[in-house]
């Protein structure tokens, strides 16, 4: 066999190699995102949510949820389908909720969920930006004599099971050399049923469920002033939306809707300004946010380059969602975690260009 039939050939390999590395290529870039395309076309987005939990996620007595947690459902379904109400909320308990993510029964996991090392890991998971900056506290009777979570030794305490909830309890307890005896409950019905029926000294979780509960605890039992949350903090609760990690541009898209929210709120575009401000952008900021302006838009998620007008118009931005939800309950926003970094806060987004 002559060299330069060998060189021939192996020149062909090698254009067949780049030929094959551009069809791959071509592939991975035209699949996008399998999670997308069947939330288009389905029409609708399937969100894990909590139904128990005033502020957060919570079925009113009308069969209407709410929550910080469904607002951001509803701006996941208006940047991909351009109307925030084709939304269908799954209930998604603490025991199953990424079960049912995995097994693709939701697109998205919004209920109040810890970023952990263990579940970002170990779970397959990708976790949005953080919407709430939480911590775990502890709830006792306002007539107690309890004063700090430390002065419960010896107590028995209400605590929810398929939660990070259960091991800082444990840890917090631990850490001191301090007994309790751990009342296992499924959901927030049974810690308010046992709470209700003096079977728990304090009831822990984390502090905006605390809050939450409080906020509808029953007439009969007293209502919100027959309950305190303790000053202590046990833990650090980033709390965001959930998704799977094998499909990164829906993870993409699920992170900057909440980014989207952050930005337009840094910005001054709010619900009332929005359609003003894509008409005509005060800068190249709020044009590159809107998808408005004369500059086309530097990134592809595979979704309208307008999808922020259409969540900020429909939804709001950060600071709207946040007074509308979780205000309500009690949780001041001014001079906490969730504060915007420009007022000491930890609500920060990267830019968007």
């Given at each position: 066999m002559g060299s330069k039939f060998i060189r021939a050939m192996l020149a062909s390999f090698a254009v067949l190699g780049i030929a094959l590395a551009a069809c791959s290529?071509?592939?991975?870039?035209?699949?996008?995102?399998?999670?997308?395309?069947?939330?288009?076309?389905?029409?609708?987005?399937?969100?894990?949510?909590?139904?128990s939990q005033p502020g957060f996620g919570f079925m009113t007595p009308s069969g209407v949820m709410e929550g910080n947690d469904v607002e951001y459902c509803k701006a996941i379904a208006a940047a991909v389908l351009g109307d925030a109400s084709k939304v269908k909320y799954v209930p998604a308990s603490a025991s199953a909720r990424f079960d049912i993510l995995a097994a693709k029964e939701i697109d998205v996991l919004i209920r109040t969920t810890t970023w952990t090392a263990s579940r970002d890991i170990n779970l397959k998971t990708t976790f949005a930006h953080t919407t709430f900056y939480d911590g775990q506290g502890m709830m006792v009777k306002a007539n107690s004599k309890f004063g700090k979570t430390s002065d419960l030794n010896g107590a028995t305490i209400c605590v929810t099971t398929g939660t990070t909830t259960e091991q800082n309890l444990e840890d917090f307890f631990a850490d001191r050399g301090l007994a309790y005896t751990a009342l296992a409950v499924a959901n927030d019905a049974e810690s308010q049923a046992a709470f209700l029926q003096d079977r728990c000294d304090g009831w822990t979780g984390d502090k905006s469920n605390l809050a939450g509960q409080r906020s509808a605890y029953p007439v009969?039992?007293?209502g919100p002033a027959a309950l305190r949350v303790l000053p202590d903090t046990l833990s650090k609760e980033p709390l965001g939306p959930v998704t799977r990690e094998d499909d990164a541009l829906w993870s993409q898209i699920v992170d900057w809707v909440v980014l989207g929210t952050?930005?337009?709120?840094?910005?001054?575009?709010d619900s009332s300004n929005v359609a003003a401000q894509s008409a005509n952008?005060?800068?190249?900021?709020?044009?590159?946010?809107?998808?408005?302006?004369?500059?086309p838009t530097e990134f592809n998620l595979g979704i309208s380059a307008t999808f922020m007008q259409d969540v900020i118009?429909?939804?709001?931005?950060?600071g709207e969602i946040y007074a509308k939800t979780i205000e309500p309950i009690g949780l001041a926003r001014a001079g906490s975690l969730n504060a915007s970094w420009k007022d000491g806060g930890l609500i920060y987004a990267p830019p968007m260009r």
């Amino acid at each position: 066999m002559g060299s330069k039939f060998i060189r021939a050939m192996l020149a062909s390999f090698a254009v067949l190699g780049i030929a094959l590395a551009a069809c791959s290529s071509d592939d991975t870039s035209s699949a996008g995102s399998a999670t997308l395309k069947d939330v288009t076309d389905r029409g609708v987005l399937n969100c894990g949510v909590k139904d128990s939990q005033p502020g957060f996620g919570f079925m009113t007595p009308s069969g209407v949820m709410e929550g910080n947690d469904v607002e951001y459902c509803k701006a996941i379904a208006a940047a991909v389908l351009g109307d925030a109400s084709k939304v269908k909320y799954v209930p998604a308990s603490a025991s199953a909720r990424f079960d049912i993510l995995a097994a693709k029964e939701i697109d998205v996991l919004i209920r109040t969920t810890t970023w952990t090392a263990s579940r970002d890991i170990n779970l397959k998971t990708t976790f949005a930006h953080t919407t709430f900056y939480d911590g775990q506290g502890m709830m006792v009777k306002a007539n107690s004599k309890f004063g700090k979570t430390s002065d419960l030794n010896g107590a028995t305490i209400c605590v929810t099971t398929g939660t990070t909830t259960e091991q800082n309890l444990e840890d917090f307890f631990a850490d001191r050399g301090l007994a309790y005896t751990a009342l296992a409950v499924a959901n927030d019905a049974e810690s308010q049923a046992a709470f209700l029926q003096d079977r728990c000294d304090g009831w822990t979780g984390d502090k905006s469920n605390l809050a939450g509960q409080r906020s509808a605890y029953p007439v009969d039992g007293g209502g919100p002033a027959a309950l305190r949350v303790l000053p202590d903090t046990l833990s650090k609760e980033p709390l965001g939306p959930v998704t799977r990690e094998d499909d990164a541009l829906w993870s993409q898209i699920v992170d900057w809707v909440v980014l989207g929210t952050i930005l337009a709120e840094e910005f001054g575009v709010d619900s009332s300004n929005v359609a003003a401000q894509s008409a005509n952008p005060k800068n190249k900021d709020v044009a590159r946010l809107l998808g408005a302006g004369a500059e086309p838009t530097e990134f592809n998620l595979g979704i309208s380059a307008t999808f922020m007008q259409d969540v900020i118009s429909q939804v709001g931005n950060f600071g709207e969602i946040y007074a509308k939800t979780i205000e309500p309950i009690g949780l001041a926003r001014a001079g906490s975690l969730n504060a915007s970094w420009k007022d000491g806060g930890l609500i920060y987004a990267p830019p968007m260009r």
